[in-house]
């Protein structure tokens, strides 16, 4: 890893999402709506049943950008993940999903997703 990067196996989302200036990840549901609740923008490589479609809706909220498996080359995620770092508009169009606070909010910027 680069020196102004970090890698840990287990994280308190919720202690350390809003100190991030993007996150990439899995693609999991719980992940990107601590990222959205947090404003922080994101990049999923998208593995696993539902992180496809995950990665889609968010894409479609402009809430991030996402890869396919087959498509996880640093040729394809390096600018996805600086265009990511360069997002000044994120946290305003996350928050709309984001003012909600707790668990019903999590549950509310699901079902919103599911809508879109």
């Given at each position: 890893m680069p020196?102004?990067a970090?890698w840990?196996?287990r994280?308190?989302f919720?202690?350390?999402?809003?100190?991030?200036?993007?996150?990439?990840?899995?693609?999991?549901i719980?992940t990107?709506?601590?990222?959205v609740a947090?404003?922080?923008p994101q990049?999923l490589l998208?593995?696993?049943?539902?992180?496809?479609?995950n990665?889609?809706?968010?894409?479609?909220?402009?809430?991030g950008s996402?890869?396919?498996?087959?498509?996880w080359?640093?040729?394809?995620i390096?600018p996805?993940?600086?265009?990511a770092?360069?997002?000044?508009g994120y946290?305003?169009?996350?928050?709309?999903?984001?003012v909600?606070?707790?668990?019903?909010?999590a549950?509310?910027?699901?079902e919103?997703?599911l809508?879109?």
């Open positions: 020196g102004n970090a840990f196996p994280l308190p919720a202690r350390v999402m809003g100190r991030a200036r993007a996150v990439l990840h899995h693609g999991g719980g990107a709506v601590r990222a947090a404003g922080v990049v998208a593995h696993g049943f539902d992180r496809a479609d990665g889609m809706r968010l894409a479609r909220l402009g809430l996402w890869l396919p498996e087959r498509r080359t640093p040729e394809e390096v996805l993940l600086r265009a770092l360069a997002d000044q946290r305003e169009r996350a928050l709309p999903y984001a909600r606070p707790g668990l019903p909010a549950a509310e910027a699901v919103e997703l809508k879109h």
